[in-house]
């Protein structure tokens, strides 16, 4: 998928759990992904972690080593 | 007409008894001798039939409430003067009523007397001959003779005959009309008996005859004079026909093929209501379809679509035999079954061998059976190994499951449908039933018009706001794009003036995240006021329609895809979830949260497991147990990683690591969003194996076509929008040689599974063992009490009407904080427009199936619902051919000019691949579920003369893609 696309929805889940009152977003933003991503899409969000994670919401980057 | 019926009828009992059903306390009367004892308000004539008494009748049925114009129904009753008609007499205790004696007999001699006078004796060339309760009268009361004749010097005194014996016209006679497609309206033969004008005001609720004249000069009339039966209002569902007792009113198959002789009760394979139906026959002749009138869903009522479209099945353009073919570009070939399924073995064994495990899938269809599917899904899980299947429930209701499952515990409407009539106040968000779902909007309407109120959230002015003797108390007219707004708004007004159902709240959710989710809506932003410019909905009307929820009693709120569509999608039915919660509406009749679900058996596809993540009954694939209980019955390991998605799947072929596709029953490609993509996606997969019933638009980039079978050709179940599993029957031989169920079988074992159902039943028996919500489960039951609605077990042997009564699935319910966000998809200088998509009436879908019926003559094209204001900005009139046009692509229709729709926003359609709407929708999508945001993008519009360049583009690639070699000799 292109990298626009995954970075638009992983930030999407990343806004939606932002707005819970509990302070786990990051935890909760990696358990969706890991519930309902693929692992070669898993891959990617990691690889492009890894590669500075342009553009991604900073909770979806602490999201991505969880996953 | 004697019917033999399968199921055998001894469980239901089919006859006519006169008057509706009642319920109240027991009265005791006697008739004839006999003792009856019968619910309060019941009619004599229904007591009596109770008892096996058949008092003769005319203007009375079942369905409709007594009317007392025939006279025929006379009786007499001990203490009463005269003889009284027995439909419109409700019964009394201690009553002593003779339905037969010297004087009644003579009255109904008479009666039948005057209006066999003006009524035609050719019954034996009539279309109802064997089907007609005027002739069946006439034989009851013994009538012989008829002393009537036309009075001297008179003229001709009936309705009946074209001219007179000196060939003069008869100005009494009208000649038939033929306009509806479906049935013939013959003025000829009319009774004006009313109980067709009765059929369309209380059974349909949509007014479209009144009986025109008096006395003599009386007859029904479509509407205004000029009108014919097709100009009318009539939306055709058949009611009137079906109430008809003579050949008046009469479906053009009868009159064309003559009456059946034999019927199957089955299930309608169109929308989710899941309307039962007969199917009657001769031999393997379908010859009509008439609404089952103990089907739960639809008491006895259906739609155009149901009752009538169904000649697709045997339509020229359907294929059946299987085809094959190395390159897209080569014409088909149509090769044996074994041939077919030996390619696409091997071409998928193949692709796996080089590209790994996890780069084929499947795709299920809402169309297809419970038992197709489960087989489906057990294919790419037990099968390919994998766990990538999705169905097109992605792409409708996925955030009915996430956002329900969340809340409540669990993915289904909560409600029956016989629940709305003990509603006081509905909201109707997103959803257009009176098109989308008629059945249901015709018992609503039924409601409504006995006093319920109607709150409707939509951005168009849909029927229901104003149509006959119907009108919504608040319509909020919303932007696309902002139903959390909305609904949090009216969450707002409802906990910050103290209207919420506290004692609720305490017993049935969860205290702690109700007190985060109070302070959340009680937020000024979130108050009514704060959101009108976003929303665009007055605050007065919004805060106005909150309290009347919250106050009004008994609150139900139904919702479609104006709702799951969107990028907020699941945030939308989450909020919709708090709003029962907060006002104590589940958990009994009248209330509840009900999703209104597109196609047939979209509720069947989700709980069998069809989506990549869940394996049947809502059991996500990451859970041990879960996958030890399929293994001990597959004999397979099962993955425990998510599957990919129906866009994750065409990414993935984009990407080059996913090539091959079974795709059952959908056509991904004029269904899915932004079509270029989809396009790209199955142009870059090895084998896409398509089976259906026609060669549709995916079909033009499949490597294999397995051709399908229609409802009609097999057994099975479809679970409907209110959990109700109905039984599809076989009523005649598959035309393409098996069943689906056996197709998919097939090729399972082509590719090395060993399965051997030998019927439907064997599946089911399995889904009932590996899934506990359908434990109690099996054909046998299902024949036994006609449909159960899950979950259906040892705890519920009946099944389970109502959701949620004594405590949530989870638990304690659970209140989310839904805040708004704005979708991305946003409107410019160069898409000022926003495009909302919806269906109509006589279509469905993609449009595979009713573009093949005469259904056509009610919608032929897709048309673009604009806005007079933004119209005249671009000089624009009615019925011209513009360009639409967003970021994803263009394509070009004709207009329509209307103020249903706001200004800045405009509607279509996407039932015809002409006009491809889906080359304009954009690859947005639900944050939780990947639901794509259908019913939001951003448009211009302008004048256009003819076709754009992808439209003939894509028109000289199908052609060329759906060339079939002729068979080899
Ligand atoms: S077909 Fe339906 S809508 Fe049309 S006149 Fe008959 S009852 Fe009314
Ligand atoms: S058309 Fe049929 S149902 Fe209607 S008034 Fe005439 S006989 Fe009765
Ligand atoms: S399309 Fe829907 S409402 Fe119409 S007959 Fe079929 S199930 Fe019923
Ligand atoms: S059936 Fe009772 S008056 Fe017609």
Redesign the interface.
């Known amino acids: ?2 990298p626009e ?1 995954m970075v ?2 992983a930030n ?2 990343a ?2 759990f932002k ?3 509990k302070e786990d977003a990051p935890a909760r933003v990696a358990s ?1 992904i ?8 898993r891959a990617q969000l990691r690889d492009y972690v890894e590669q500075g994670g342009d553009g991604l919401d900073p909770i979806v980057v602490q999201a991505a080593r969880l996953t | 007409m004697k019917d033999f019926i399968i199921p055998p009828m001894d469980w239901k009992d089919e006859r006519d008894m006169g008057t509706p059903a009642k319920v109240g306390a027991p009265v005791t009367l006697s008739i004839d001798g006999f003792d009856v004892t019968v619910p309060e308000g019941t009619s004599v004539m229904r007591a009596a039939a109770e008892a096996g008494i058949q008092v003769p009748k005319l203007c009375a049925t079942d369905s409709l409430d007594a009317f007392g114009s025939c006279r025929l129904c006379v009786v007499e009753i001990e203490g009463r003067r005269g003889t009284p008609a027995s439909c419109t007499t409700p019964v009394a205790p201690g009553m002593v009523v003779r339905t037969q004696s010297d004087s009644v007999r003579k009255i109904r001699k008479g009666v039948m007397e005057l209006y066999i006078s003006d009524h035609p004796l050719d019954c034996l060339t009539c279309s109802a001959n064997g089907d007609c309760e005027l002739q069946d009268m006439a034989g009851a009361v013994g009538l012989r003779d008829v002393r009537y004749t036309a009075p001297d010097g008179g003229g001709l005194a009936n309705h009946f005959a074209a001219r007179n014996t000196s060939g003069e016209a008869n100005p009494e006679w009208r000649p038939k009309d033929d306009s509806n497609p479906y049935f013939s309206y013959d003025a000829s033969k009319c009774i004006v008996c009313n109980r067709c004008v009765r059929a369309c005001e209380e059974v349909q609720g949509t007014f479209a005859l009144t009986i025109e004249g008096r006395g003599f000069d009386s007859r029904v009339s479509f509407g205004a004079k000029t009108d014919d039966a097709l100009a009318s209002d009539c939306v055709s569902c058949g009611a009137c026909v079906q109430a008809c007792p003579t050949a008046t009113l009469q479906e053009k198959s009868v009159i064309e093929m003559g009456t059946p002789d034999r019927a199957v009760v089955t299930t309608c394979a169109y929308c989710g209501v899941g309307c039962s139906f007969k199917a009657e026959m001769q031999g393997d002749q379908l010859v009509r379809m008439v609404p089952y009138k103990h089907g739960k869903a639809n008491r006895g009522h259906s739609c155009v679509k149901g009752r009538f479209a169904y000649g697709y099945a045997s339509h020229k353009d359907r294929i059946l035999n299987p085809m094959i073919r190395d390159r897209i570009s080569d014409p088909w070939r149509e090769v044996s079954w074994d041939e077919a399924l030996g390619f696409a073995a091997k071409k998928m064994r193949g692709i796996q061998a080089e590209y790994g495990q ?1 780069s084929i899938g499947v795709i299920t269809s809402s169309r297809c059976t419970n038992e197709e599917t489960y087989l489906v899904q057990k294919l790419a899980r037990a099968v390919f190994g994998n ?2 299947t999705d169905t097109c429930a992605r792409v409708c209701h996925s955030p009915t499951g996430y956002g329900l499952g969340q809340t409540f515990g669990t993915s289904a409407g909560t409600q029956d449908f016989d629940s709305v009539e003990h509603t006081d106040v509905v909201i109707v968000i997103g959803a257009n039933p009176t098109d989308g779902h008629p059945v249901f909007a015709s018992r609503l309407k039924k409601r409504l018009r006995a006093g319920a109120k109607l709150i409707v959230i939509d951005p168009r002015r849909i029927d229901l706001v104003k149509s006959a003797h119907v009108k919504a108390a608040h319509h909020l007219p919303l932007r696309p794009g902002t139903n959390v707004a909305v609904v949090t708004a009216l969450a707002h007004v409802i906990v910050t003036e103290g209207l919420m159902d506290e004692a609720f709240i305490r017993e049935r959710c969860d205290w702690d995240e109700f007190q ?1 989710y109070a302070a ?1 809506v009680s937020d000024p932003r979130h108050s009514p006021e704060a959101n009108e410019l976003l929303t665009g909905v007055p605050s007065a009307e919004l805060r106005e329609a909150a309290r009347l929820f919250a106050t009004g009693g008994n609150g139900a709120i139904y919702y479609g895809l104006g709702v799951t569509e969107h ?1 907020q999608g699941s ?1 939308t039915v989450m909020s919709i979830a708090n709003l029962a919660m907060l006002t104590g509406n589940l958990g009994r009749p009248g209330v509840g949260v009900n999703p209104l679900r597109g196609q047939n058996n979209v509720q069947g596809a989700c709980d069998m497991g069809s989506f ?2 869940e394996l049947p009954g809502y059991r ?1 694939v ?1 859970n041990d147990d879960v996958r030890d209980l399929f293994k001990s019955v597959w004999g397979v390991e099962i993955d425990s ?5 129906i866009p ?1 799947m065409l ?2 072929a ?2 080059g ?1 996913f090539k091959g596709l079974y795709c059952q029953g959908e056509d991904i490609l004029q269904s899915d969003p932004d079509t270029k993509h989809v396009a790209a996606g199955l142009a870059a997969m090895e084998c896409v194996i398509v089976h259906d019933l026609f060669l549709n638009e995916t079909a033009n980039y499949a490597h294999v076509f397995l051709p399908g079978s229609t409802f009609l050709e097999k057994d099975g179940t479809f679970t409907n929008a209110e959990r109700r599993i109905n039984r599809v029957r076989e009523v005649m031989k598959p035309r393409n040689g098996y069943a689906d169920w056996e197709i998919t079988q097939k090729l399972a074992n082509a590719m090395g599974a060993n399965w051997s159902y030998m019927h439907p039943s064997q599946i089911m028996d399995e889904i009932a063992l590996t899934t506990p919500s359908f434990a109690g489960v099996s054909y046998t039951v299902l024949e036994e009490k006609g449909s159960v609605q899950w979950p259906c077990n040892e705890a519920h042997p009946d099944g389970t009407p109502l959701m949620h009564v004594d405590g949530f699935v989870r638990g304690k319910g659970r209140f ?2 839904t ?1 708004y ?1 704005a979708t ?1 998809e946003k409107t410019g200088p160069r898409f000022p427009l926003l495009l909302t998509t919806g269906r109509i009436l006589s279509q469905y879908n993609v449009g595979a199936q009713t573009r093949r019926t005469e259904n056509v003559v009610w919608h032929e094209a897709d048309l673009l619902e604009i806005h007079p204001h933004d119209a005249e900005n671009r000089g624009i009139n009615e019925g011209d051919y513009i360009k639409l046009a967003s970021r994803s692509g263009e394509t070009s229709l004709r207009a329509k000019i209307t103020d249903r729709v706001s200004p800045g926003v405009v509607y279509t359609t996407f039932h015809h691949p002409d006009t491809q709407a889906n080359v304009i929708t954009t ?3 639900d ?4 639901c794509p945001e259908y019913k939001v993008t951003a448009v211009q519009v302008s004048p256009s003369n003819g076709p754009s360049e992808w439209q003939e583009d894509y028109a000289a690639q199908a052609a060329q893609a759906r060339r079939i070699l002729p068979a080899a000799e």
């Open positions: 998928m292109s696309k638009r929805m999407q889940i806004t939606f707005t819970q009152p969706h890991t519930d309902f991503w693929e692992p070669r899409m | 996890k766990n990538n985060d959340f990028s945030t990549p993540h996500h990451k990683e998510p599957g990919l998605r994750n990414d993935a984009v990407d690591t989310i904080v805040e966000v991305d690859d947005y999508s944050w939780a579920t990947n």
